[in-house]
């Protein structure tokens, strides 16, 4: 990995891909809660598990 990026840039540039994945995620169960905040923001990303 240290070819690449020092291992200080990996850490962060993870965070990101995990705060990212946090922020966006959705399961099913929450498919209500997730309408209701599209509707108030008008936009939200979403990744979405079947």
Same mark, same amino acid.
């Given at each position: 990995?240290?070819?690449?990026?020092s291992e &200080?840039a +990996?850490n962060e540039d993870? $965070?990101?891909?995990?705060? %990212?994945?946090? &922020?966006? +995620?959705?399961?099913?169960a $929450?498919t209500?809660?997730? %309408?209701?905040?599209?509707?108030?923001?008008?936009?939200h990303?979403v990744?979405?598990?079947?």
């Amino acid at each position: 990995m240290d070819n690449y990026c020092s291992e &200080e840039a +990996f850490n962060e540039d993870m $965070e990101k891909v995990v705060r %990212r994945l946090k &922020e966006t +995620f959705v399961y099913g169960a $929450e498919t209500e809660k997730i %309408r209701h905040y599209i509707r108030e923001n008008r936009r939200h990303s979403v990744i979405a598990n079947n």
